[in-house]
């Protein structure tokens, strides 16, 4: 039998909360999602003037960084053509996302969910979802 982590939905606030405050500081409203181990959603928000695209997108970077177990960006990386992994995008219906923004949620070492933001540009994206894991550690200590 196997024994799951997974995060709740307290914990999916925290993870909001870090990341809607970055996403403040820096003046780019978000679409951020969080998902459990499996990649499917926990809790979701879009900040006010978060970019209607970006919903999806957000989920999407969200279910790939846990799914996966890997950053988005780890997968731009070896999305180019004549890398044996390009068209990895195509996956699930079209759900692996290799657009930085989405990253793991790692308690103890294990995947506990996922975490993804899109409106900004990859690297603000990533930032706020960096931001996210921050606080969600420092409030988890």
Known sequence: MLTIKRLDISEARLLIAGAAEKAQNIGVPM???IVDESGNLIAFERM??????SV???QDKAFTAA?????????NTVNVPGSLAFGIHTEVGG???SVGGGLPVMVNGEVVGGIGLSS???QQDMDCAQAGLDFFAAQSA
Do not use: L, Q
């Not at 799914?67 to 997968?75: C, E």
């Open 56 to 58: 999806i997108v957000a």
């Open 95 to 97: 759900r692996i996302s």
């Open 120 to 122: 900004g540009t990859p």
């Open 67 to 75: 799914a996966a177990k890997k950053a988005t960006h780890d997968y």
């Open 31 to 33: 679409c951020i999602a």
């Open 48 to 53: 006010d003037g978060g970019k209607t695209s």
